[in-house]
């Protein structure tokens, strides 16, 4: 007959230290971040974006700026808004 291997330290299943099931992470996840940059050349300074969402814009002298180029999750309908509300089209958005 066949010989019969016991598990070692007498554990079944996973390893431990490892989980069956992991949430999703790394570069699948990296892909649905959003990017957001401001076009210079076409903000006229009015400050509507900053206004929608104060946390990721801010107004330097007469020109809009984003604080951070990857939108928190959080963010993103606000940062939305503020892409639709941009009279002159300066936000910049990478789904």
Do not use: H, Q, W
């Amino acid at each position: 007959m066949g010989t019969t291997v016991a598990p070692v330290n007498g554990a079944m299943g996973p390893r431990e230290g490892f989980s069956e099931a992991r949430p999703m992470t790394g570069l699948r996840e990296r892909k649905r971040e959003m990017k957001v940059k401001i076009d210079g050349d076409l903000c006229s300074g009015c400050g509507i974006c900053e206004d929608i969402c104060p946390d990721l814009f801010e107004m330097l002298m007469d020109c809009a700026r984003a604080k951070r180029k990857l939108v928190k999750r959080e963010d993103k309908e606000y940062c939305r808004e503020a892409v639709e509300s941009c009279p002159n089209e300066a936000i910049l958005v990478e789904d």
